[in-house]
């Protein structure tokens, strides 16, 4: 019979608490790791995804905003060729890039990132809500949270909207 302590009991479990508090942030794109855009808000309460929909029909994008647990407070499901974006210039000391999911009610959740140019720099980033192409509301991503490839997805919207 194998027999284990109280507490060996307890260090066993508990990376596994661990493992499961800290999947929510990441779990919107865990399909198939499809993250192009992620960071979190209020210190780790809200998190956005931005995913290539690989797992649907189309040439499709993903938007997701989360709460605390992981549950999706607003998704956005759309086609790459619907996008807007804003790629950087190449100009100045700061990098600056976003894209744009629109909604049939006249919103838009515009996810960016802005960084410094040189090593060391921080990327920072957040969320403007448009409403008829106003900005009505901004969401800063919290300090460091900010993991993306919005290039990457700027060149997928590019090749939908070329492609008939």
Known sequence: MF??????????????IIVATSSNAGDFCERDRSTLFTC??????????????????GDMATYGFLGATGTVEKEIVTDKASLS?????????????????????????????????GEG????GGINVL???AVIASLQCDT????QDLAALIDMIDTAQLSP
């Open 40 to 57: 979190t808000f209020k210190g780790a309460q809200k998190s956005v995804e931005v995913c290539d929909a690989t797992w649907l029909a």
């Open 85 to 117: 974006y804003m790629p950087w210039n190449g100009i100045g000391n700061y990098i600056s890039e976003s894209v744009t999911f629109f909604t049939d009610d006249g919103y838009g959740y515009e996810v960016f990132w802005t960084a410094e140019r």
């Open 131 to 133: 409403k008829d192409g």
């Open 3 to 16: 027999h284990t302590s109280r507490a060996h009991q307890l260090a066993l479990a508990f990376p596994l």
């Open 144 to 147: 460091g949270s900010v993991r």
């Open 121 to 124: 720099s921080t990327e920072d």
